[in-house]
């Protein structure tokens, strides 16, 4: 599948309204040069376009299965480039809390010896780090460079982060101190780079998938079916989940390697992982389907939330039909499609509000999970090894969700909308926290410690494997909440305005590790049982105060991914034509 380029239905504003550094707010580039477009410039047929399209009836629709459609070439190989992606940011991650916790001489082993608690508050910096610097890369993506472009440049400065905490994780550079500096250099490089990578990706992976309509298809076996974008879009998120957590599954060696080998060898797998990631992104090039960047989208989409602002929160006065009423000497730069296309980002981002809270529970399971496991009785495992339950459950529940739990209800009638998936991806959540806070009520009243730990004794007689149950239920959690919101972001977001969307629900993961930060001080023995129990009743208050707010969008969902199909098509990039006015180029729907 060779490269296109999209526009929609809101490119054809009028050249005289645009002036020469303007971009067409959804979806056509003006102003690019032959060089530029060179990177969407393919000669190729549109299979966009189904010929052969038959939109459902009524009846259908309440009627028939609903079905996703094929993932082609193209998402797949995204989907390897995340993969590789993941191995490096899990297979890196997944050693630090022993590295920054304890010494070079302690058990478990460690580099920087900075305690407990200065290695949880800075674990979550580094997630902070990483889940606030989208915003970035989505801006510098849908504005200037394209998605695509800007995976590329923001990969090199990944691997220049890993490079560099390698380099300063062998012996000689922890005995001479210079693994600290080190190691804040790399992070703060490595999370620009995860930043221009994470608001691209999943956008660039359901992109590949180009189906917007939902049609009729009739199966080899005769049985008709609706295949469905919303669907489809379901699908490629749990597909590209399943490939984030098969990567992550890196910490099961990078931990082993840790113990066995040093910490230099654990960080050296996970950059080899990248650099082949890299190469499958250069190298598959011209099998992706890439948008151009939208030039002045952004800031145009704050100028028309101004106007809503300003007229009592009301976004329908910033359509053009409205304030030409208003005054005939105003003119908006923009169409009425593309402001209802803002209000439903707007609801999206509203439900992302509530996100911070599920993200403290998820961050548990790297900061303070792998600590309570350190108190235990643990045999030859590492205790940061029982974090690959997480993934491990995930790799083995997707599919089995995707395939046989989600269809299955569906077939039945039953259509487990977001706002469902997410409420019960908050009570699951919580459900791990309680049941961590009963280990932690286990160790503490258990001996030889019971909750006295020092250097001479370090762990009671309870079994690490007790942990499994919390990691499982984070797992489960996410299939609920994190997959959703990664798909929520995605259909709800203008096409003009998905990595800066996507960039908005990966900012509630910085808000997370913000709460994370901020429970630090209590992130000490004696107080760990309060401290989960406390996450645990937060999480379910926010799930109930969630359902109350959004449960009614689960009746509009139909009508809000109607949007995209209705504002976006695909046309040839040969279909560029010259504008009577300038020298700009304008993609005509």
């Known amino acids: 599948m060779a490269q296109r380029v999209y526009t929609s239905d809101s490119a054809n504003l009028r050249n005289d309204d645009l002036d020469d550094q303007q ?10 040069t032959a060089a530029e477009s060179s990177l969407y410039d393919h000669d190729t047929k549109d299979d966009l376009s189904d010929e052969n399209h038959i939109e459902p009836t009524e009846q259908e629709l309440s009627t028939l299965n609903r079905v996703a459609d094929a993932l082609p070439l193209g998402a797949w190989l995204v989907v390897v480039i995340e993969f590789c992606e993941r191995f490096m940011f899990y297979g890196t991650s997944g050693p630090f809390q022993n590295y920054i916790q304890n010494s070079p001489h302690s058990k478990p082993l460690g580099a920087l010896g900075l305690g407990q608690r200065g290695a949880t508050m800075l674990n979550n910096f580094w997630n902070f780090w990483c889940y606030f610097t989208p915003i970035f890369g989505a801006i510098i993506a849908d504005q200037y460079l394209g998605r695509y472009r800007t995976i590329c440049l923001f990969g090199i400065f990944y691997l220049i982060g890993s490079v560099i905490l390698f380099s300063t994780s062998f012996p000689a550079a922890i005995e001479s101190g210079a693994s600290l500096g080190g190691f804040i250099t790399a992070i703060i490089i490595m999370g620009l780079g995860a930043g221009g990578i994470k608001p691209n990706v999943s956008p660039l992976v359901a992109e590949q ?3 917007t309509q939902r049609t009729i298809k009739v199966l080899p076996s005769g049985k008709r079916v609706i ?17 984030i957590n098969v990567g992550s599954l890196s910490s099961m060696a990078t931990t082993q390697l840790r113990k066995d080998v040093g910490y230099w ?16 992104l250069f190298l598959g090039r011209s099998k992706y389907i890439v948008r151009p960047p939208q030039g002045s989208v952004i800031p145009r989409s704050f100028q028309a939330l101004w106007i809503g602002f300003v007229n009592g929160c009301n976004m329908d006065k910033a359509k053009p039909s409205v304030i030409a009423t208003r005054s005939s000497g105003d003119k908006a730069l923009w169409d009425d499609h593309f402001i209802d296309e803002l209000k439903r980002a707007l609801t999206a981002c509203r439900i992302f509000l509530f996100f911070p809270i599920y993200w403290v529970c998820y961050f548990e399971m790297t900061t303070n999970l792998i600590s309570q496991a ?11 090894f029982l974090q690959n339950l997480n993934p491990i459950t995930l790799i083995i529940f997707i599919p089995i969700f995707d395939r046989l739990v989600y269809p299955g209800l ?22 791990s926290m309680a049941y961590a806070a009963g280990v932690q009520h286990m160790i503490y009243t258990t001996g030889p410690c019971f909750k006295n730990f020092s250097d001479g004794c370090t762990e009671n007689n309870v079994n690490v494997w007790i942990q499994t149950p919390a990691y ?46 901020a429970l630090a001080s209590v992130a000490v023995d004696p107080k760990l049982v309060w401290m989960y129990t406390a996450i645990a009743v937060t999480a379910v208050i926010s799930g109930i105060s969630f359902w109350a707010c959004f449960k009614h969008l689960n009746g509009m969902e139909d009508e809000m991914n109607a949007l995209e199909a209705k504002g976006q098509q695909a046309v040839p990039v040969g279909s560029i034509v010259q504008s009577k006015k300038s020298n700009h180029h304008n993609l005509n729907a």
Not at 410 to 431: E, N, S, Y
Request: with cysteine; net charge positive.
């Open 265 to 280: 060898a654990a960080f050296l797998l996970p950059l080899c992982m990248f650099v082949i990631g890299l190469l499958v």
């Open 472 to 517: 499982v239920l984070i797992a489960l959690s996410e299939i609920f909440a994190s997959i959703t919101g990664l798909e929520y972001a995605y259909t709800k977001a203008p096409s003009s305005m998905k990595s800066f969307v996507m960039a908005m629900f990966l900012l509630t993961y910085a808000g997370g590790a913000i709460l994370g930060i």
């Open 209 to 211: 998938c180009s189906r």
């Open 227 to 243: 295949i469905d974008p919303a669907v489809t879009a379901q699908r490629v998120f749990m597909t590209f989940y399943w490939a």
């Open 374 to 384: 350190g108190q235990m009785k643990t045999g030859s495992t590492p205790n940061d």
């Open 23 to 32: 971009h067409d707010i959804t979806g056509g580039l003006l102003g690019n």
């Open 410 to 431: 569906r077939k039945v009638g039953i259509r487990m909308l977001p706002m469902t998936r997410i409420i019960l991806g908050f009570f699951t959540a919580a459900a």
